[in-house]
C-alpha cells in the first residue's frame, strides 16, 4: 500500500511530465487539426490543475519565508523592547534613589549634630529580633549607642559595630526603649517596641491627657536619642478602672518594611524644628 503523500507526489510529477509532451507538441505544431486539437482538449485540464499547483505551491513557500521574516523581526523587536524595559527601570531606580537622598539631605540640614548616610545591606531573617545591617562601621567613626534616623523619624540604635558594617536594633523590638514624651502636653513616658510592630507608651499616668492622633518624640533624657525626634503616633488609648498608668498603643512613623538609607548621628546634639517637619 502507498501512502497518500506518495501518491499525491507522483500525481504531480505525471502531471508535469504531461503538461511538458503537451507543449512539446504544440510547440512543433503551432496549427494542429484532428488528433492534436484533441489532445491538447485533453491536455488543458491537466494542465491548469498543474499550473494552480505549481501557483499554489509558489504562494505557500513565499509566505513562509515571510513568516520566517516577520518573526525574526518580531524577536528583534521583543529584545529590544525588553532592554528598554530594563534601561528605564534603571532610570527609575537612579531617580528614587536621589529623590531619597535628597530628602535625607535636607533633614540633615536641621540637625546640629554631625550625621553619615549608611545604606541598609541586611535584615534579621528571624521573627525574635527587629535587627537591621548598615554598610557603615568603625572605620567611619560608626560605635556602639549612636542614634539611626531617617526624616520620617527615629530608627533604632546601633547595638554591634564591626570594621565595615553595624547592626542597628530597630525601636519596634521588644527590648528597646525609649524616653519620651507627648507633644502636645509634654506627658512623659517611655516608648517600648512590641511584638506586632507597633510600640507601647508605658509608665504615662492616667491623668495625663493623650489622644489618638497625638504625636510622641523623643525627650532626649536617655542622652541617646536627641530631643523632639518623631517617634509615632498614638493610634490607641485606654484608661481602665483602676491603676495609675493608662495604656497608649504608638504607630511607629517609620515603615521598617521600607528602609533603604538612613543616617546615623555620631555626635548627638539636641536639635530643634525638627518635630515640626
Known sequence: MFSKKIVMIVGVIVLI??????????????????????????ITPFQKITTRSISFIRDIWSHYFCLVTVKQENDKLKKALSRAIEKNNRFNETELFNLRLRKLLNFRKNMASQVLVAEVIGKDPSHWFKTIIIDKGKSDGIERGLPVLVPEGIVGQVIDAS???????LIIDQISAIDALVQRTRARGIVKGGSTGQCFFIYALRKHDIRVGDTIVSSGLDTVFPKGLRIGKVSEVIKRNFGIFQEVIVTPYVDFEKLEEVLVVLNAKPISDVSDQ
Do not use: E
Open 17 to 42: 511530465a504531461v503538461n511538458l509532451i503537451a507543449l512539446s507538441i504544440t510547440g512543433r505544431r503551432y496549427h494542429t487539426h484532428g488528433p492534436g486539437q484533441v489532445a491538447i482538449s485533453l
Open 163 to 169: 570594621l565595615h558594617s553595624s547592626k542597628v536594633l
